[in-house]
């Protein structure tokens, strides 16, 4: 790494010669990152672009303006790397871009922890319906998951022991295994016992009436409107999964985690789905080319 940081700056002063004290400024940060490759035993042609987001964000606390140089510096060297050393099968450098500007009169909903308790709490195990509402919404609120997920689970998706939910397959083909808290077991064991109609038919949610057809995204959709009108929550049913990845971003989950939870091709799909707290952003997000 440190050959490549010296054949760099030799290839920098011939073509485009920065003053000395820019030369000492790109040689420090150059030589933090090959330190921090050195580290982590990962050799300059294995750089992946969550490399260079764990050492821009191990700088800590900088300067804007500090973190918009310091990503200049590493955006001209990675391009360096790919264009002139041939070193990489894409351009990583393209995908070092700086926090978009997010629209904060219109941020995507998600619903307060004051919100999720009356949704909670406006729950009801009076009547099969309800039983089986209280199990998708708590499912939605666990794990995140799109309608259309919902409604494709089977029984065999489940273990219970386990306290796990397993996707085989989702959206760009990848297999996710979610945690299911004891709350979101509990409500769909009572559905199971005492609301799923019995039948040979391996879907989890099932319609309550026969022939007790496998139930269908519009209906997992309306389950969880319902229960918003009905507690007084403002939004629709995809607050809930924007509220997933509020919180998992809360607990210092990475965006490429969230990503993966959230079973998006795409890291610019999943930033709609966060309200972003400055304080929690990356120094580096990246664009949908990941």
Known sequence: ??????????????????GLDRQKRIRKILDDLAAFLDEKNIRAKDIEITDIDRFMDSYGNLSSKTVRDNRSIIRCFLRYLYHEKKLFKSDLSSLIVSAPVFN??????????????????ATSLS??????????????????L??????????????????ELTLPMRKGNNPVVFPLPEETIKAISAYIVGARPETKARHLFL?????????????IRSSISQLMKKAGVAGNPYCLRHTYAQNL????????????????????????YLHIDIGLMRKVLFNDKI
């Open 146 to 163: 799109r309608p259309i997920e919902t409604a494709g689970i089977t029984l065999d998706d489940i273990a219970f022991k386990k306290g």
């Open 1 to 18: 790494m440190k050959e490549l940081t010296a054949q760099y700056l030799e290839y920098i002063r011939r073509t485009r010669p920065p």
């Open 104 to 121: 904060y009169d219109n941020p995507p909903k998600f619903l307060r922890p004051d919100e999720i308790k009356k949704l909670f709490a």
């Open 207 to 219: 319609a309550l009436s026969p022939p007790h057809a496998p139930v269908t995204k519009y209906v």
């Open 127 to 144: 009547s099969p319906k309800d039983i089986r509402t209280n199990a998708i919404v708590r499912l939605a609120f666990s794990t995140g």
């Open 249 to 272: 971003l809360e607990s210092g989950a990475s965006i490429f985690e969230i990503k993966e939870m959230l079973g998006h091709d795409s890291l610019k799909s999943t930033k709609k």
